[in-house]
């Protein structure tokens, strides 16, 4: 059982931190992730910043310009995260656009990955039928979960191919959209959950998109294994940067 | 050469994609929407009574067919091949990007949007787009990279005296990739009542094989033109290429045809260092770019190059699927012309012809001097003349007037 099953299957109400490597400093990567380790994070999507984001807020591009310019790359991050399994026991996944893992190489980035101990893998402009016909092999002798993620749009049909191709958890985009009143939307995204949850799905799920704060997470929480926190926290270390008092008390105003 | 018969081939496949290029590269929030209008657009592209609305307009509202000319002075300067030119630029807005927009523009409507978004690089593609949603009844949002805004400012007064609300793109380089990443960004917090009419023969699918099909009529009226007056088929096609939409529109009808040599123009800007050019097809590798699959100016992490040429319109680290799917195949030679060539076609047009042609243009005219300089005097080179100079004329004053005797 890797990290991921095992996490799924002992805990509930996961709280999950999204943040871009290399930010606010380039070295700030490892000492964010073992704080969010210390303040008791359950999983880590551990951003590789790319300049040119389709489905990123402000927050999040703005944090990955100030990496690429702090000079951050993926061969700088599996440096900085070559010795990371020595502090971090937590599931960490990488995150982010698919080319500049094409250009790394796949073979190599997936090889690189296992050696390091990271456990996953978000590419979102990834297509799913692309990497069902190239991919899907590569990551699953190398037992690198590829997480999908679908949005209020995906169909049942899609949803449940996912689901059948999936190995870690299946990241449930909150909203496809940022506009509209904000009661209907809030009533159309439980609609939403609902429908993911009434497919019988065998993968878990998270949800992201939106979720900044306790009452976010918790109502998360209600109708998934747990939430993905993304903008809030990168908006906190780019104020206080790597410091762990500041991180702790922000994962516990959270959980 | 290898002139496979490209009609035997469906371009592209159900997918998006020319051989291993375009697809759709693009986050599920997108894909539905993309699907979205694919399905709408292959409802309507063979709907007698859009097609008929199109024609309409073309023919009273653009003014096509645009002529042929047969650049004699031009070319019995040079002592070559006979050089004709296809007058896009005399389209309504100076430009061919008005053969897509108005497609688009209707397509939107169709589809029940209220407002109509773009990037745009030079301006043309922005003003072509801002005219086709006054005409058709849409709002418009365009996107441009601040460094364009100033360089291209009389498009810019163009577009806000049309009714559109320019946007500046403040990041990066501030040119037309920031403009692209720019208008996504504002696509996706309303795609229900928006339509994204991207401005090239780019982005994830169906935007290359739509855009392509909409410009398409330059190459099949320009074939017949052609024929009428020489009695052939022209020896040589030459456009620029910067997302290749016009190139891809002169082509399309020929490509086929396997005594035809098709060249495509790439800018060389100042030098091929990194930064100074955006010849794409001549040195770029496979990537991902804004959602498909091309040749891609990139560095060694995978993020796009920047790039700098002349020519905002041609200044962009991808290029359209099918060019980069024609170059693999060797059915289209892929050129460069640098900036100096380009501003002294520029002026030769001028002066020889009385036609400013745009600097993007002036890329392909001076592509097809070049080659017309090799050829006898039995050949025949056709230019695709895509858009007029007119949003030019200052920023060429200021920057090499006197190299060409003329004084502010």
């Known amino acids: 059982m890797n990290r991921l099953q095992q996490l799924f299957r002992d805990k509930k109400d996961i709280c999950s931190v999204y943040f871009t490597a290399g930010y606010p400093n380039i070295d700030d990567t490892l000492p964010v992730l073992k704080a969010l380790e210390d303040a008791g994070t359950d999983l880590v999507e551990l951003g590789m910043p790319f300049s040119d984001p389709l489905a990123d807020g402000p927050t999040i591009q703005a944090s990955s310009e100030q990496a690429l310019e702090n000079g951050m790359s993926i061969k700088r991050l599996f440096e900085q995260i070559k010795d990371m399994r020595q502090t971090i026991s937590m599931p960490v996944v990488l995150m982010g656009y698919f080319n500049p893992v094409f250009k790394y190489g796949i073979e190599n980035f997936i090889a690189k990955c296992k050696e390091v101990g990271v456990d996953g893998l978000i590419l979102p402009d990834l297509p799913f039928d692309e990497y069902r016909e190239k991919y899907l092999e590569l990551f699953e002798e190398a037992g690198i979960a590829n997480i999908f993620l679908i949005t209020p749009q995906t169909s049942d049909e899609r949803i449940k191919l996912i689901d059948a191709n999936s190995n870690g958890f299946i990241y449930v985009v909150s909203s496809a959209s940022v506009t509209g009143a904000k009661k209907e939307v809030e009533q159309g995204q439980i609609n939403y959950f609902n429908r993911v949850n009434n497919i019988g799905l065998q993968s878990p799920r998270l949800i992201g998109f939106g979720i900044s704060n306790r009452s976010t997470f918790k109502t998360a929480c209600q109708h998934a294994s747990g939430a993905i926190i993304g903008s809030a926290f990168v908006k906190l270390i780019g104020e206080h940067g790597a410091e762990g008092s500041k991180i702790e008390e922000f994962i516990k105003s959270i959980k | ?408």
């Open chain 2, 1 to 408: 050469m290898n002139k496979s018969l490209l009609a035997n081939e469906v371009m592209p496949n159900a997918e998006g994609f020319f051989g291993k290029y375009g697809g759709r590269f693009v986050p599920p929030m997108l894909e539905p929407i993309m699907q979205e209008i694919t399905e709408a657009y292959e409802k309507i592209k063979d709907d007698p009574v859009f097609k008929e609305e199109l024609y309409y307009l073309q023919k009273h509202y653009t003014g096509r067919p645009s002529p042929v000319f047969h650049a004699k002075n031009l070319s019995d300067k040079l002592g070559g091949a006979q050089i004709y030119l296809k007058r896009e630029d005399l389209n309504h807005t100076g430009a061919h990007k008005i053969n897509h927009c108005l497609g688009e523009a209707l397509l939107a409507k169709k589809m029940g949007k209220a407002k109509i978004i773009a990037e745009s690089g030079a301006g043309q593609h922005g003003v072509a787009l801002a005219t086709a949603a006054a005409l058709v009844g849409l709002e418009c949002d365009i996107h441009m990279g601040e460094v364009d805004i100033y360089k291209e400012h009389p498009n810019v007064v163009r577009m806000r005296i049309l009714g559109a609300n320019v946007i500046p793109a403040t990041h990066g380089l501030k040119t037309l990739k920031e403009a692209v990443d720019s208008a996504f960004e504002a696509y996706l917090t309303d795609p229900v009542n928006q339509l994204y009419a991207i401005g090239s023969v780019v982005g994830p699918h169906p935007f290359p094989m739509m855009v392509r099909d909409f410009q398409a009529v330059i190459g099949r009226e320009a074939k017949e033109q052609f024929q009428e007056m020489t009695g052939k088929l022209p020896d040589n096609l030459v456009a620029c290429v910067g997302g290749g939409s016009n190139a891809i529109g002169l082509f399309t009808a020929f490509l086929d045809d396997a005594d035809v040599n098709i060249y495509g123009v790439e800018p060389a800007g100042t030098s091929f260092e990194t930064g100074d050019h955006a010849a794409t097809l001549k040195l770029g590798k496979p990537g991902m770019i804004h959602g498909f699959k091309c040749y891609l100016l990139q560095n060694e992490q995978g993020e796009p190059a920047p790039v700098n040429t002349v020519a905002s319109g041609l200044d962009y680290p991808g290029v359209g699927p099918q060019h980069s799917y024609l170059k693999d195949i060797e059915r289209v030679n892929y050129e460069t012309i640098n900036d100096k060539e380009a501003i002294d076609a520029f002026m030769k047009l001028a002066r020889q012809e009385g036609i400013i042609p745009a600097l993007e243009s002036s890329h392909a005219v001076a592509y097809a001097l070049k080659l017309a300089a090799k050829l006898p005097k039995d050949q025949t080179i056709l230019v695709n003349l895509s858009g007029r100079g007119d949003k030019d004329i200052d920023y060429v004053v200021e920057k090499f007037g006197k190299e060409y005797g003329i004084e502010e």
